[in-house]
Structures are given as structure tokens and as C-alpha cells.
């Protein structure tokens, strides 16, 4: 049995125990450890939103998931007869719902959440999707993920018959056609012009791939971090000749010139040995990232975004030219605020629409396969082309210190409506970081 596919025997396990009934409040959460044969670091934890959720519902059973509303409130969803007092002490838990952003501190202000009612679980919801995994193979599926707001498994569809397959293959499989909600989606478009010269490069400036003297894109530096090899920065790695493959790709700043090359790819993983759910995919992903080694460490402006002067300028701002990457992210829930800074469209802002997205079929062309990038963060900030790779951050709207929450990946249309898909840096940080004995984004 190969990795992937055991993979997603272990995860498919983890999400039956974690949704298999009551369990102690002090009981210890279900982690999925994977061993990898290459990396040096022999196992690694990793849990994602909908497992911290699943955990939730087990110990408060009739939780239906969360999110902030448009007054940011924290709104809890439960079903009938669930008792809103015990859903509330689970999410209150440091290792379920203190994971989750602002969390905590919204339940200790009682006023800053809300209890409302939802027909559905989120086991059942975490149940009926998985279920519905394998049938997805061919059946022109966008994506797939859990809708908090609207207590829906949530589908993205190519053409009404890819609608009825699904809603046929899910009466097979017991699975109540009510608890779905279908949307008309399109396949991802990746985004391959902050364009000037930089001695020292912080995050949202452009970078130029080049592999053949004639054939390249540009993209964004997302952020830069220290590793035992070096000082390097993360993009995508799709803003290259194949992505997810190590095709020593270099990048020059901010355009090609022979004089302004800054550095080689080096880490750029395959269909990743962290991914779950690989089977009915070929190939799958927690992240479209990638890490590019600067030919000189003294280049990489650690720690630091290019600042811009407000909404769509890539204009730097004279007075505050920088923001600072004061600590890494966690998971963020649907309707928290976030921003972008990119090479194309500078810097846009809007909210969380969906917190765990598994995007289908993005690379099916490069790669000759079918794939999948999992659990991806969706929103409706702006971008365009040549935004790819953007750092996505949060910022209180003072000072110049922010988080780092991942880095742009493109866009899906979902529902008819144009949104933004990035990669959680939580994701990032443990696909890449694999590869080396230190990951920092900051110093």
C-alpha cells in the first residue's frame, strides 16, 4: 500500500473515532502521525480546521460548526436538544477551539458570541463528505468542503449532469440529498506585475521565474525564512516550468536581467507524503508552495512586507514602508478579516468565506494526472495575475505588526462569484519545513 493511500485509511480513521460518540472532556485529541521515509524529521503532527472541529462536536455533542459574523461575532452552530453550555466548554478548550483565532478571547466576552440553531452536526456533515470522496472521481467536482454558515456539505460543479451523478451516487450511499448544497464552479486559475528593484527583498515584491531564455512568469515573494541551509523565500510552485516538482527554476528581481538573478528553487515537494486524501487523486497537496534559495542570504528582508499606501496601490508608503511579521498563524474561521499584498493588484482585503476547501483538478494539465490541493483557506480579497504567492496576513489596523496567515495560490469561481484561494501558512510551514531542521519566517 503506498503512503498516500495509507494516509487516507489513517485519516478516514481519525475522523470515524473522532465523531464515534461522547468522550471526556480531558481526553486527549486524535492526531494523525505521519512517518515520512525522506524528511528528516521523522513524524510530524497535523490537524486541520474540520478535524478541530470534529473534535469539538465529540466532546460537545450538537456542535455544528462556527464562524464570525458581519458585526464579528462569534456565531456557534448547534442542533436541537444539544445542551449549548457543554458545546461551548469543548470549544472553550485550548487544544480544540483556542486553536482557532480569536476564539477564546470572543467566549470570555459573552457578549461577543451568539448560540444558533443548525440541522445538522458537524460529525454527520464530516461524514456524509467523506463518504462521498470516492464517488467524485470524473464527476467535473471544482471543490469540496463543509459550509458553516449554511450547515451544507458544499460541492462545486462543472454542469448539471455532474450534479445529478453526485446526487444519485449519494442516495446510494445513505447520504440525505438535504444536507447538500451544489454550486456551479470553474477550475482554478493560477496567477503567474511593489515591480521594482529591491537590494534587500521583503514579502509582496516581484519575482521572475525563468527557465528557458525566452519562457517565464512573474509572481510574488510571499515571505522569507531561515533554514540551516540558508535564507530563502516561499512562493508557489506553480510559478514555474512544472509545478510540484524540483525543476531548478531561477529567479531574478524584479524582472529577468542576467545581472538581477537572486536565487534558485531547491524544495518543491511531489504529491506530498502529508496529504490524506490522495485516493481517487493521483497527486495531492496540503499547499502550492514552494522554497527558493537567494544566492546570497544578506537578500532576504526576514521578518518584513512590503508595505503599500492603501487599497490597491503598489506604491510603497514613504512614512510605514514596511509591515512586520510579528508571530506565524493559526486556523482561521469563516468571516475573519484578511489581507493580501501583491505584485499585481497591491494590497486588497475582505474576509474568510470558507475555512477548509479541498480544491480539484487545478494541475490536471501540468501533470498529466488528477490532482487536488487540500484544505485550502477561501476568501473574497482581491487579486490577479501575478499575485501568486502573495503573503496573506492579519493586522489589527494599528501599528505595522501582523500575522502571517499563508500565501496566495489564484481563484475559483464558486456559486458564480469569483473568489480567492490561498494556502494556510500552518500548512506551509509543515510541508516545506519537512525538508529542513528550521523553519522561521521571523527573527
Known amino acids: 500500500m503506498s503512503l498516500p493511500q495509507s494516509l487516507a485509511l489513517v485519516a478516514a480513521g481519525l475522523a470515524i473515532s473522532a465523531c464515534a460518540g461522547p468522550e471526556s472532556s480531558t481526553s486527549p485529541i486524535q492526531r494523525v502521525r505521519v512517518e515520512s521515509a525522506e524528511a528528516p524529521i521523522s513524524s510530524v503532527d497535523f490537524l486541520t480546521p474540520d478535524d478541530l472541529m ?23 452552530r448547534t442542533t436541537p436538544f444539544s445542551d449549548p453550555s457543554v458545546v461551548v466548554a469543548a470549544i472553550s478548550d485550548p487544544e480544540t477551539g483556542g486553536r482557532f483565532r480569536g476564539v477564546h478571547d470572543a467566549l470570555l466576552a459573552s457578549r461577543f458570541y451568539m448560540v444558533s440553531d443548525a440541522a445538522f452536526d458537524f460529525c454527520e456533515l464530516l461524514g456524509w463528505r467523506d463518504s462521498l470522496r470516492p464517488v467524485l472521481r470524473g464527476a467535473g467536482v471544482t471543490y469540496l468542503s463543509i459550509d458553516e454558515r449554511r450547515n451544507r456539505v458544499r460541492i462545486g460543479t462543472v454542469a448539471p449532469a455532474d450534479e445529478d451523478h453526485i446526487r444519485n451516487a449519494a442516495l446510494g450511499l445513505v447520504v440525505p440529498t438535504a444536507a447538500l448544497v451544489f454550486e456551479r464552479g470553474a477550475r482554478g486559475v493560477k496567477e503567474t506585475s511593489l515591480r521594482d528593484y529591491f537590494d534587500s527583498i521583503p514579502g509582496g515584491v516581484k519575482v521572475h521565474a525563468r527557465w528557458y531564455p525566452t519562457s517565464g512568469y512573474g509572481c510574488t515573494v510571499g515571505a522569507n525564512v531561515v533554514t540551516e541551509y540558508g535564507t530563502g523565500f516561499v512562493t508557489v510552485s506553480h510559478c514555474s516550468r512544472t509545478p510540484w516538482h524540483v525543476d531548478t527554476v531561477k529567479f531574478y528581481q524584479p524582472a529577468y536581467d542576467p545581472n538581477d538573478r537572486v536565487g534558485l528553487e531547491v524544495v518543491d515537494p511531489t504529491s506530498s507524503q502529508l496529504g490524506r486524501w490522495c485516493d481517487p487523486y493521483d497527486q495531492c ?23 503599500t499606501e492603501g487599497f490597491r496601490s503598489i506604491t510603497i508608503d514613504t512614512w510605514h514602508p514596511r509591515f512586520e511579521i510579528g508571530v506565524e498563524g493559526g486556523w482561521l474561521l469563516t468571516g475573519a478579516d484578511i ?7 497591491g494590497w486588497t482585503w475582505g474576509e474568510v468565506t470558507e ?32 499575485d501568486s504567492g502573495a503573503p496573506i496576513f492579519t493586522w ?37 519545513g519537512s525538508a529542513f531542521s528550521l523553519f522561521t519566517p521571523v527573527q
Open 355 to 386: 475555512t477548509c476547501v479541498d480544491a480539484v483538478g487545478w494541475f490536471d494539465e501540468e501533470l498529466e494526472t488528477e490532482t487536488v490541493l487540500e484544505c485550502q483557506t477561501e476568501a473574497d480579497y482581491g487579486s490577479d495575475e501575478g
Open 396 to 432: 489589527d489596523l494599528s501599528g505595522d505588526e501582523v500575522t502571517l496567515e499563508g500565501i496566495h495560490v489564484g481563484r475559483h469561481v464558486a456559486g458564480g462569484v469569483s473568489l480567492a484561494l490561498f494556502s494556510p501558512w500552518t500548512s506551509v510551514a509543515l510541508e516545506l
Open 285 to 307: 497537496r496540503l499547499t502550492d508552495a514552494r522554497f527558493v534559495l537567494y544566492d546570497d542570504s544578506d537578500w532576504g528582508e526576514v521578518g518584513h512586507i512590503a508595505r
Open 54 to 76: 470534529a473534535a469539538i462536536a465529540t466532546r460537545g455533542p450538537g456542535f455544528a460548526g462556527m464562524f464570525w459574523d458581519s458585526a464579528g461575532r462569534l456565531v456557534i
Open 339 to 345: 489581507d493580501k499584498i501583491g505584485q499585481s493588484t
